[in-house]
């Protein structure tokens, strides 16, 4: 990038209005037109564009999922692993006091210093992580020895600033869980229920201690997205087995560029549909 097209780009984030304009514009043709005719929608994805690097089709998932367990009155708080600068939980957080409701609490959950080193199963980055930091080992699953490598950081005043400022979010619903996921999943005992689970942790350790630490929190026919599951073949690896090894059939709705989401089956489901099986091909 050139001197100039970076003062340019200084000059637009100096500026917040210029640069949810000019990320607006960046974003706009990836999406049918008619989906920027749902006014609400569109005015709160450009309100938080400034804080988030999720394609525009990933903030109208994201959205949309929320919209739907508002509609059918779905129990639970929303919470994202992996908030980077707070735009998507934002967006999401927005969308539910939107809709008309004043109970879900907004758990973050982040190091606000970045990504740890990656595990094993994160092969794409293993070569440019093991050349950029040749004296860390690599994440086996722990958290003692887990270092900001320098990827994706963003400061909490950033989020903080967004939630306050710009969508005005009573800081009382909001929960800041400031941390590595090995550490602060485990000790977020006080959500009881979760409508929504948004998990952007890029590598498998950290997609795996979040399913396996707040899964079962979510409500029956609540939402889970993952973002990265298209992106690194370690968070889809964590997916697959995490869903395998509970034996949770679920239909993965694609999303482009920004992972997949599905609904959490009702624990009814979970039994009945072998039995409905087994007596349809009884004699």
């Given amino acids: ?29 990836t999406c049918n037109p008619a989906e920027w005719l749902r006014l609400r929608r569109t ?77 094993a199963e994160d092969v794409e980055v293993l070569a440019d992580f093991r050349a950029q930091h040749p004296s860390l080992s690599l994440d086996d699953g722990g958290s003692a020895d887990l270092t900001a490598i320098g990827a994706c950081a963003a400061p909490l005043q950033a989020v903080q600033e967004l939630f306050d400022d710009v969508l005005r979010i009573d800081r009382d619903r909001t929960v800041i869980r400031k941390g590595w996921f090995q550490d602060t ?8 229920q979760l409508a929504v689970l948004r998990i952007d942790g890029d590598w498998y350790e950290s997609t795996k201690v979040c399913l396996e630490g707040l899964y079962d929190k979510v409500t029956d026919g609540g939402y889970v997205l993952i973002d990265d599951y298209d992106e690194f073949a370690g968070c889809r690896r964590a997916v697959d087995e995490f869903l395998a090894g509970r034996g949770i059939d679920v239909e993965l709705t694609r999303v482009a560029g920004a992972g997949v989401h599905f609904r959490k089956p009702a624990r009814e489901r979970a039994w009945a549909a072998p039995l409905r099986a087994a007596t349809a091909t009884a004699p």
């Fill in 43 to 119: 005015r709160l994805i450009f309100r938080v564009l400034p804080n988030t690097m999720v394609s525009a089709r990933g903030l109208i998932a994201a959205y949309d999922c929320v919209e739907h367990v508002e509609r059918e009155r779905i129990e639970g708080d929303i919470a994202e692993c992996g908030v980077w600068a707070g735009g998507t939980v934002g967006l999401m957080a927005a969308a539910s006091i939107a809709a008309g409701n004043r109970t879900r609490r907004f758990h973050l959950f982040d190091s606000f210093e970045g990504l740890p080193q990656p595990s």
């Fill in 1 to 29: 990038m050139t001197k100039a097209a970076n003062r340019v780009r200084a000059t637009l984030k100096r500026s917040r209005p210029l640069h949810a304009g000019y990320k607006f514009l960046r974003v706009m043709p």
């Fill in 185 to 192: 999943v485990p000790a977020a005992a006080d959500i009881e």
